[in-house]
């Protein structure tokens, strides 16, 4: 999870640079770089997993609220890889 917080903390220093160029749309953060926006949800996570498989990456729409997540959703037991 530590990967991760560091692209939310990329996401947030250029926060108002990316809302500003690409409110409403879904962007990807990678590596703390911004690597694309896109139309949809579905777009964005189809480009991710094809360049960086399983992540870690960001996604998230430019200008919306961050979502907080139920734990259930965002860890999975060591034995769902097998």
């Known amino acids: 999870m530590a990967k991760l917080s ?15 160029d690409y409110f409403g749309r879904w ?7 911004l690597i694309g926006d896109y139309e949809s949800f579905e777009d964005a996570a189809e480009v991710a997993v094809e ?3 399983r992540g870690p990456y960001l996604i998230r729409q430019a200008g919306a ?8 959703l ?4 060591v034995h769902a890889d097998s």
């Open 6 to 20: 560091q692209e939310i903390a990329a996401y947030e220093r250029r926060r108002s640079e990316i809302e500003m």
């Open 27 to 33: 962007i990807v953060m990678h590596d703390e770089k």
């Open 51 to 53: 360049k960086f498989g």
């Open 65 to 72: 609220p961050p979502l907080t997540l139920p734990a259930s």
């Open 74 to 77: 965002m860890y999975r037991p």
